[in-house]
């Protein structure tokens, strides 16, 4: 079973553009989350999609969004770019079930110059 | 809002050894799920051990096991017979239970030295 995916790997980006970073989750799980890792902050969640519904946000401006499409694969979106959004994003997918773990990826690492 | 501490930036322990990573939480659930997640320098991130908050017992996997003190919001790792490639970032985290989300909240990390 592939594990989840995430592309691209790296992107280096230059001040005031726009992102868009993909996952593919583990075939049947419909849950995606984002997460935006920094050595500064840590790791903070920005969002969760379920059946193509965003069901929750973390604290984050709305420069950041998200979507999902039916075959639960997820895209963020971050606009006009700024240096304080570099970082690692990790992206995990879940299957239903509370007691289920979330899998996540190897992550996009986000450089904006 | 729930948080989740970790107090130990860097710890390391030798091969062979045994290692106590510390994590506390805040939180006023009652039905809650921790977890310890490893990532090593490939960045991904694998769990370790889950334990959830309405069982007594402690979870183990293996070499690695925890010790959950709900009364106290504790909840340490200890890694037995540690091996080189236990090296790595360990995160604890938290998730609600109820409410249909399936947001972490992860504590900052402690960074594992494993000397040979």
């Not at chain 1, 969760?48 to 979106?77: C, L």
């Not at chain 2, 039905?31 to 889950?50: E, G, T």
Request: include cysteine.
């Amino acid at each position: 079973k592939a594990g989840v995916t995430q592309t691209p790997r790296y992107l280096i980006k230059t001040r005031g553009q726009q992102v868009t970073l993909s996952c593919s989750p583990i075939s049947g799980h419909r849950s995606v989350s984002w997460y935006q890792q920094t050595p500064g902050q840590g790791l903070q969640f920005l969002f969760e999609y379920f059946s193509e519904t965003q069901r929750n946000k973390g604290n984050f401006p709305g420069r950041f969004s998200g979507r999902q499409f039916s075959n639960s694969r997820s895209e963020m979106n971050v606009s006009t770019l700024e240096l304080g959004d570099s970082a690692l994003y990790l992206c995990a997918s879940k299957s239903l079930g509370l007691v289920t773990e979330a899998f996540f990826g190897q992550g996009t690492r986000l450089t904006v110059v | 809002a729930q948080t989740v501490t970790q107090s130990q930036p860097e710890m390391s322990v030798q091969e062979a050894e045994t290692v106590t990573l510390s994590c506390t939480y805040d939180t006023s659930e009652s039905d809650y799920y921790l977890f310890w997640y490893k990532q090593p320098p490939s960045r991904q991130m694998i769990l370790v051990i889950r334990q959830e908050a309405y069982k007594q017992q402690n979870a183990t996997e293996n070499r690695f096991s925890v010790n959950f003190q709900k009364a106290a919001k504790s909840f340490s790792l200890k890694i037995s017979d540690s091996q080189l490639g236990d090296a790595a970032m360990y995160f604890c985290a938290y998730r609600r239970a109820q409410g249909g989300s399936e947001k972490l909240v992860f504590g900052k990390g402690t960074k594992l030295t494993v000397n040979p």
